[in-house]
């Protein structure tokens, strides 16, 4: 019996190690984060110590003064940002499309603009909303305006893809924080960079990339402890998620199919889209994965009888309407009837066997995407995510980091 009770102990502290593990796999991109972890502590101070004895090897970003040499410099900058008074953090900042790019970001910051809705809600997940000194339209106007309700009074500097460059000059931010792609670096960091003014790209909305991207908005914003606090809530649903499906043989996972817009059902995700990784998250295999095309190559379009003949088990959009100011469904039921009653998408089995289901992007391309991997994952697996329910998460986050009260209607079926 003394054995068995150990037994069982072991087991949940390992299983907590796991979690834990699994919680933190991501690497902060910012230099100084010698050893490659979530974070930077002394053990990167250490690390480069041991680089320069000659012990350890080089990595990708323990040059943390950015100066071509591992030296004291580095060592010096680490113990900077551990006890905040660095003068600047260098990021290595995602992108889905081009080459990674290196942005130094003068400290502290205070004033910032935000161009998009993604991120507006991450400023908001991280008590910043003091910060904003400036929006794009997109932000405040039509649906969005009641969601982000404290921001309406702040001055706006037009579209988050066509800003109004002059407005952003005159506000003197010390930092914008715009979309991944758009607008071009033309339009935006080669017109601002002559005032001083830097440009942070980040989506918060990739499941592969959005933990290291909220962990360095927290360096950058001095909000850390509300980074890790959002992490950890968001990863306690996706880690469960990940240990119920593990051991699902790559067989036995349901054929799923994407349709990027209700407007196009041939438009779809493929390897590397935000549709792709929450699919495979979910334990579903797209059908799409390894296609090519469209923006980035990752939004092919494909032939209905392609469709047909791969036969997908399981149909979802991921923009569909709806939202957080939408009161009825009536919208995505007319949404999902015409995917059901399609002559070519009818002859699958997805729609045969009523496994079809819509999402808002509300839930799929926000920093709450972990809310609708949470749906997809009930409709994937409903007798192992029983338990699992992705509008009560819905709801604590709304309440806990958006601080507005839970409406609204984001899916089909409900």
Same mark, same amino acid.
């Given at each position: ?52 004895? +000659? ?32 003068? @600047? ?29 993604? %991120? ?46 002059? %407005? ?37 909305? @990739?499941?592969?990339?959005?933990? &290291? ?33 593990? &051991? ?14 209700? &407007? ?19 334990? +579903? ?41 939408? &009161? ?72 806990? @980091? ?13």
């Amino acid at each position: 019996m003394k054995r068995l009770i150990f037994a069982l102990i072991l087991l949940q502290c390992v299983t907590g190690a796991i979690l834990s593990v699994n919680a933190a796999k991501y690497t902060l991109a910012i230099f100084g984060n010698a050893n490659m972890d979530a974070i930077i502590d002394e053990q990167d101070v250490s690390y480069v110590k041991d680089i320069i004895d +000659g012990t350890k090897p080089i990595t990708e970003l323990a040059d943390a003064n950015q100066d071509g040499k591992i030296d004291e410099g580095d060592v010096e900058q680490i113990q900077r940002i551990i006890n905040g008074s660095e003068n @600047y953090i260098i990021l290595k900042t995602f992108t889905i499309y081009d080459k990674a790019k290196i942005v130094r970001v003068p400290m502290p910051v205070s004033k910032i603009v935000i161009l998009n809705l993604a %991120s507006a809600e991450a400023i908001r997940c991280l008590n910043a909303v003091d910060m904003v000194i400036g929006v794009g339209t997109s932000v405040v106007e039509g649906a969005n305006k009641e969601f982000f309700g404290d921001l309406s009074d702040r001055p706006t500097v037009g579209k988050w893809s066509e800003p109004d460059v002059e %407005s952003i000059i005159r506000l003197r931010p010390d930092v914008v924080i715009a979309d991944l792609r758009f607008p071009d670096t033309q339009l935006l960091e080669d017109k601002l960079n002559a005032s001083g003014t830097v440009v942070v790209r980040m989506g918060f909305t @990739y499941p592969d990339y959005f933990q &290291s991207e909220m962990m360095a908005l927290g360096y950058i914003l001095n909000r850390k402890s509300e980074a890790k606090d959002l992490i950890d809530f968001a990863y306690r649903y996706v880690d469960l998620i990940e240990g119920r499906i593990a &051991s699902v043989p790559a067989d036995m996972r349901p054929r799923v199919y994407a349709i990027y817009s209700p &407007s196009d059902f041939w438009k779809t995700g493929s390897n590397g889209s935000i549709v792709d990784m929450l699919c495979g998250l979910a334990g +579903g295999w797209n059908i799409a994965h390894d296609l090519k095309g469209g923006t980035g190559g990752m939004y092919p379009t494909v032939d209905p009888e392609w469709v047909i003949k791969e036969n997908p088990e399981i149909i979802f959009t991921w923009s569909s309407p709806g939202g957080y100011t939408v &009161s009825n469904d009536t919208e995505m039921m007319n949404v999902w009837n015409s995917i059901v009653k399609s002559p070519e998408l009818s002859q699958v089995n997805a729609v045969k066997n009523n496994r079809v289901y819509l999402l808002t992007t509300e839930i799929t391309s926000r920093p709450r995407w972990f809310v609708g991997l949470a749906y997809l994952a009930k409709w994937f697996y409903p007798d192992n995510f029983k338990d699992l329910d992705p509008e009560t998460i819905h709801k604590e986050y709304l309440e806990r @980091y958006q601080k507005v009260r839970y409406q609204g209607i984001f899916t089909y079926p409900a």
